[in-house]
């Protein structure tokens, strides 16, 4: 499975808790998508990253933009 297919998966599966978009720096940029986890911080863990040159990056932010993108780390940055 690729990762647009896991995305959409977690999505509809109910996973998906949000995303952000880190612009800080090349090294750091890209779409980080993040799913709901019991155990995890505030309720949420790592789950996938599209870096700034994947080819699906714009693909997976159109999946996700509807949730509220935010921009840097929890939407403070």
Do not use: Q
């Not at 995305?7 to 090294?27: C, N, Q, S, V």
């Not at 709901?36 to 700034?52: I, K, Q, V, Y």
């Amino acid at each position: 499975m690729g990762k647009i297919e896991e995305l959409r998966a977690m999505m509809d599966a109910g996973e998906f808790h949000h995303a952000t978009y880190r612009d800080i720096g090349k090294l750091w940029e890209g779409l980080r998508v993040y799913r709901c986890a019991d155990n995890g911080f505030n309720g949420f863990e790592p789950a996938m990253l599209f870096e700034r040159d994947h080819p699906d990056r714009e693909i997976a932010y159109s999946l996700v933009r509807h949730t509220g993108v935010s921009v840097g780390r929890r939407g403070e940055g």
